[in-house]
């Protein structure tokens, strides 16, 4: 009979494990920064166009129906208004009651009158992070925003920490946040009248 040979399975020893395991660490370290510098300004970028839209939605509504998007009919009674998405936390609560953005930009639920010819935002979305994109309306109310010199309205995303840090008066976005301000022009007389 033959000798049967014995074949001895080939292992990696401890050495060899701990250089391919080094490898892999090393290499990771130089991609994933990589990936996530370029993830960021995608983000932001996205949420910049969104508030590009809001903005510009807000200011059509306003120039159509002749009313501010703070309440029914135009009356002031929210302090801000969110779109879709999980509600961010706020530095400050805004003063005022919380009014849903799809109301005057994509439904007439709030007394658009004959003027409304919307959707004025096609695709409102929560924010890159999933998290409602917020109108700070107080400069919309009358004598409020004429005597707190406000700089406009302010539509913000929370950014990365989901928190809004940016106040009404302030004249940039606070923190991480993201923001535009829509300017206030006085409404125009010839659409407050007619009953709309």
Known sequence: MPPIRLLRKRQFSLVEVVLVLALVVSLSALVV????????????GRAARQLSAIGKGLTR???ETGRNPCGFRGTPSYGWLHGPGRAPQFEQLPEGDAGNLAWFLQE??????????????DDL???????QYVVLCQALWPAEGRNLHLPGVWVLSAGADGVIQTRPGDPVPVGDDLGIIVEVAPLETSYLSGGR
């Open 33 to 44: 920064p990589g990936m996530t510098r370029s993830v960021i300004p995608d983000l932001e």
């Open 125 to 131: 979305t929560a924010d890159p992070w999933g998290r």
């Open 61 to 63: 509504y306003r120039r």
């Open 108 to 121: 007439n639920r709030m007394g658009g009158g004959r003027g409304w010819r919307g959707p004025y935002c």
